[in-house]
């Protein structure tokens, strides 16, 4: 089992529609959980961390975390075409550096 | 300097040939972290320093693979005797101290071996 599991996608949206990204997790230690972007040939960018259970939003983004569920999302509303990137979501426990997931590629359809 | 600077953008090395990638973390940031990212994955960890010493390297591949940060500012990864597999974008990122919060990074050195 992988540390930090994403679906691939590609997660097709029309502009202007919520974009809804998965994460899950297996090490029930993990205590901050971060959402990265990560436009092609770019370097990852910070978009969300969230630490405790509920949600955080800012702007058009909201981060979930439910630790029970080992569960992080990423709502985006009213997606537009420069949201259309790879979504990372990395998570941090202990000590350790942060583990990322293999990315979620979002499109947004004009 | 303002941000985590990595050189060289672009290293094309044939197979056998020794490589050093070169990071310039955020003035400041104490902890480094180096990256490798694969087409279509999410980078994958290698080596961190807290200050000059190397606080977890459990993610290097091999013995292939070093780094170095002597001053505790710059860091060097190391790949001898390259390989075809070892082409990716190496990732080089910093963060205030090893705490926690936010990674800034680099924007990448891609390596390709011949």
């Known amino acids: 089992q992988k540390e930090v599991e994403q679906n691939s996608g590609p997660l097709s949206v029309p502009e202007g529609a919520i974009a809804s990204l998965n994460c899950t997790y297996s090490?029930?230690?993990?205590?901050?959980f971060f959402w990265y972007r990560q436009y092609s040939g770019k370097s990852p960018e910070l978009i969300m961390s969230?630490?405790?259970?509920g949600d955080k939003e800012d702007g058009r983004f909201t981060a979930q975390l439910n630790k029970a569920s080992q569960y992080v999302s990423l709502l985006i509303r009213d997606s537009q075409p420069s949201d259309s990137a790879t979504y990372l979501c990395a998570v941090e426990t202990g000590r350790r550096a942060l583990t990322f997931g293999s990315g979620t590629r979002l499109q947004v359809q004009p | 300097g303002a941000g985590v600077s990595q050189t060289p953008s672009n290293k094309v090395t044939e197979k056998g040939k020794y490589v050093e990638l070169r990071c310039d973390p955020i003035?400041?940031?104490?902890?480094l972290y180096w990256y490798r990212q694969s087409l279509g994955q999410g980078p994958e960890f290698l080596i961190y320093f807290q200050g000059t010493g190397a606080a977890d390297d459990s993610g290097l591949p091999n013995d292939r693979f070093f780094a170095v940060r002597p001053e505790g500012s710059v860091s060097t990864l190391k790949i001898q005797r390259t390989e075809r597999g070892d082409s990716a974008v190496y990732l080089c990122?910093?963060?205030?101290?090893?705490?926690?919060?936010?990674?800034?990074f680099g924007e990448g050195s891609r390596l390709t071996v011949l």
């Open positions: 990122a910093s963060r205030p101290d090893s705490s926690g919060g936010e990674l800034f």
């Open positions: 003035s400041g940031h104490t902890a």
């Open positions: 969230i630490y405790s259970n």
């Open positions: 090490d029930r230690g993990s205590q901050s």
